[in-house]
DNA sequence: ACCATCTGGATTGTTGACAATATAGCCGAC
DNA sequence: GTCGGCTATATTGTCAACAATCCAGATGGT
C-alpha cells in the first residue's frame, strides 16, 4: 500500500518520485523532443537530422560544436557524441582537428549510395515475399491504391515522393527484417544531397511509379522471391530517375 | 628568423612550438596505435575491434567506461565517443543509463547481416565487372590461384579464410567504389558471432569456395555483370555455409 | 523463509575548464 | 603588390569533477 507517508526519508531529492516525472528538472532537453527518455547525444542527432530534411543544413556546411550546443541547450559532450554517430552513418564528414562538416557528396558517392540502397531494398523486398501476411498484404494495397489516387492529382511532387516512402516502410515492414531495414533507410539518409528529391513532377513519372508499386504488390502476394526482388529495385531506381529529371 | 627572443611574449606555453613535435608530452595515446594522426576516439574503437576479432572480448560482455579509459590510457570522454561509433555500426548495444555491450545476435539477425552484405558484395563485383581493369584482374587472378594451392594444405581453416577475405578486398578495390566496399566490411563486422569463422575444414568446402572465386575472376574477365553480382553472391553463401557447419 | 524496502557503491550522463591545434588577419621585407 | 612569418582568435581534443541513475546486497517486517 503505497500510502505510507514515508517516515524514514535519508536522502531529500528521492521525494520527487512520486510526483510523476516532473520534467522542469533537466532544462528543457532538446529542441521539440519528441523521444521519451533518450540521451542528449541522441536527441541531438535526431535533430540534426530534421534540420538537414528541412534544408535548414545544406552540404558542405561547417558544423560547430559549440554552436549545436548552444543551439540545443547541452554542452559539447553530448554534440561530439552525436557527430560521431552521424559520422558512422556517413551523414557528416569529420577531419581531425578540423571540425565536422555535412556531407558533400560527389555524384559518384550519390550514386553509389542509391544503389546500395536499392539492393537492400530488393533484398527485403525478397524476404518480405517469403512471408507475406494478408494483413501487410491488405496495407501495403491500401498504400498503392493512394497512389493512384495521386497520380492525377494537382499536389506538390514532394507528397508524392513521401508516399512511395510510406509504400517502402511497409515492405521493410513485411520483411520482418529490422536490421535490413535499419540499414535501407541508413544508407538512403546517407546521400543527403539527394534529400527532398522533388521528383515525380509529370503524371508519367508518376504513372510508372505506380506501375512498379503495383507489380511488387502482385509479386509480394503471389510470394515470387526473384521478382519481389528486380521490382524492389526498380521502384528504387524510378524514385531515383525522377529526382535526377530535376536536380541533375 | 627564429632567433629572436621573442619578447613581447603574452602566452608562455607558444614556447614548445620550434622543438619538433615532442611526443613525450601526451601520455602514450592508444595501447598499440598502429595510426598516425587518428584522434584518441577513433583509436580506442580500432582497439575496441581489434579486442574483438582476438575473441578478448565476447558478445555479451559488458563494456564498462572508465576500464576502457585505463587500458587505453585515455578518460572517459574519447571512450564514449569511439562506444557511439560501434553502436552506430551495430557492434555493441547501448542502453541509456545501462550502458555498453558487444552486440549478441540470434541467429536470425547474424543472417540478416550476413545477406545484406552478400547483396552488397554482389553489387560491388557487378560494378567491379563494368570497369575490370588488367591490372585488378591480375591481382585477382594470383589471390585465386594461392587459394587453390591451399585446398590440399594441412593448414588451418582461418588460413583459407583470410585468403578469401584477400580475394574479396581485391574486388571491393576493382568496384571503384569507397562507399559501397565500406559498408560490406562494416555490415560483414556488425555480426560479431560469426567473427573467425573457422570453416573450410574439409577439402569439399575449400574446392568448392575456389570454384565460386575462379567463376567470379572469369565473369569479371568478360565483363559479365549479371554473373559477376551472382557469384559474387555465391562466395558469400560459400563462406557462411562453411561457417555455419562448425559453429551451427 | 519470503517479500518489499532501503541503502551504499558502481556506473553512466553531463558539464565547465584547460590544452593543443588550426585559421584568418596583420605586419614588415623585398 | 606580394610573399613569408607572426599573432590573436576561434575551434577542437581532452580531462576531471559532479549529478543522476541503476543495481546488488542488507535490513526489517510478516
Redesign the pocket.
Known amino acids: ?2 500510502t ?1 507517508p ?6 531529500a ?2 521525494a520527487s518520485q512520486s510526483t510523476a516525472r516532473a520534467p522542469a ?3 528543457m ?1 532538446g529542441e521539440s523532443g519528441s523521444g521519451a ?5 541522441e ?1 541531438v542527432a535526431a535533430n540534426v537530422m530534421r534540420l538537414l530534411e528541412e534544408r535548414v543544413f545544406l552540404p558542405g556546411d ?6 549545436l ?1 548552444d543551439r540545443f ?9 552525436a ?1 560521431r554517430i552521424l559520422e558512422a552513418k556517413s551523414v557528416v564528414r ?7 562538416t555535412i556531407a558533400r557528396l560527389t555524384d559518384e558517392e550519390a550514386r553509389e549510395s542509391v544503389d546500395a540502397s536499392a539492393v537492400l531494398f530488393g533484398l527485403a523486398a525478397r524476404r518480405a515475399a517469403a512471408r507475406a501476411e494478408a494483413k501487410g498484404l491488405k496495407a501495403l494495397k491500401e498504400h498503392v491504391a493512394r497512389l493512384r489516387e495521386m497520380i492525377g492529382l494537382e499536389i506538390e511532387p514532394k507528397a508524392f515522393f513521401r508516399q512511395t516512402l510510406r509504400c517502402g516502410r511497409v515492405v521493410l515492414e513485411m520483411s520482418g527484417s529490422p536490421r535490413i531495414a535499419k540499414l535501407v533507410v541508413d544508407v538512403r539518409f546517407g546521400a543527403p544531397d539527394y534529400y527532398g528529391p522533388l521528383g515525380f513532377t509529370t503524371s508519367d513519372l508518376r504513372r510508372q511509379a505506380y506501375a512498379s508499386w503495383r507489380a511488387l504488390a502482385a509479386a509480394l502476394e503471389s510470394r515470387d522471391g526473384d521478382q519481389a526482388e528486380r521490382l524492389g529495385r526498380k521502384v528504387h531506381d524510378d524514385a531515383m530517375e525522377a529526382a535526377l529529371k530535376v536536380a541533375p
Do not use: F, Y
Not at 6 to 11: D, E
Not at 73 to 81: D, H, K, N, Q
Open positions: 500500500m503505497p505510507d514515508r517516515p524514514t526519508l535519508t536522502r531529492k528521492v528538472k533537466t532544462k532537453r527518455r533518450r540521451v542528449s547525444a536527441t561547417r558544423l560547430i560544436e559549440q554552436d550546443a541547450g547541452v554542452s559539447r559532450g553530448p554534440v561530439r557524441e557527430l569529420i577531419e581531425p582537428m578540423r571540425g565536422a
